[in-house]
């Protein structure tokens, strides 16, 4: 066994999203000895922008986009839900496992992804050789309501003409009552915080946590938002828990696809 299994072993950790991006993170904590529980403490709604994204989505089938760039997995489920089509000329950039996995599943096009070991926005804009070439590119930007713009702000100030759409929102979900019965009673020792948006609903869902609750953060952004919020970032003496999940997150997706 692992000194991370061992650190981990028998540590129940809250995940906080569902879908793809929680499977793979349950289960690189699962692979490092923790157990999980699953518990989506944010969802994804319809954008306030149905039409302008309704009519960037004609403009992406009929190929007036040069590049397409997404940086969630919800953006499939997004392109699944309108039925969108790719031009063949159009190439799509994304970021993260799980957005590429959620592609792939989808039947949609990826072109480009930045290497595993750094599969990050930031990455992806050293690694995107077109942008720099001296074309001007009409680029497609699909992201949530809370997803910081740096991916668009990186394509703009490089000169392109970046088409940007709210393309879902995210909202809070409220955890069930035996979620927080887990919570307040110890039962779960730690919860993953991986975006300023479940950090927001961690502070107002659970007020009072047990003192001996790790609450782990993954990503500048979202510790940031963790000490606004006043969110007890608990066990300074059990760091090494604290950086074997964080590890384990990191190992299975890309913690930044609250960046666009």
């Not at 157990?35 to 989505?57: C, G, N, R, Y």
């Not at 950039?93 to 592609?103: H, S, Y």
């Not at 502070?203 to 938002?225: H, I, M, W, Y």
């Not at 006043?230 to 066990?235: H, K, R, S, T």
Request: include cysteine; charged fraction near 25%.
């Amino acid at each position: 066994m692992s000194d991370q299994a061992k650190l981990l072993g028998g540590l129940r950790v809250l995940v906080p999203r569902g879908g793809i991006w929680g499977d793979l993170v349950s289960q690189a904590l699962r692979d490092r000895g923790a157990q999980t529980v699953i518990a989506p403490l944010v969802d994804f709604s319809h954008t306030s922008e149905e039409d302008k994204l309704v009519d960037a989505l004609k403009a992406l089938a009929s190929g007036e986009f040069d590049w397409m760039t997404a940086t969630s997995a919800t953006v499939a489920d997004v392109l699944k839900h309108h039925s969108a089509e790719f031009h063949e000329r159009t190439k799509v950039a994304i970021v993260g496992e799980a957005t590429a996995v959620a592609f792939r599943e989808a039947g949609y096009p990826v072109t480009l992804t930045p290497d595993e070991d750094n599969n990050t926005t930031f990455q992806l804009l050293k690694e995107w050789t077109e942008i720099d070439s001296g074309e001007v590119l009409r680029v497609l930007t699909l992201r949530s309501d809370v997803a910081t713009p740096v991916l668009t702000t990186g394509l703009i100030e490089r000169g392109h003409n970046v088409t940007q759409v709210l393309a879902f929102r995210t909202i809070g979900v409220p955890a069930s009552v035996h979620i927080r019965e887990d919570i307040d009673s110890g039962r779960i020792n730690a919860i993953l915080v991986a975006s300023p948006k479940i950090a927001e609903e961690v502070r107002k869902q659970f007020p009072q946590l047990p003192a001996d609750t790790l609450v782990v953060c993954v990503g500048e952004n979202t510790l940031g938002s963790a000490e606004q919020l006043e969110l007890a970032v608990n066990g300074a003496d059990r760091q090494a828990e604290v950086d074997a999940i964080v590890e384990a997150v990191e190992s299975a997706i890309d913690h930044s696809d609250m960046l666009d």
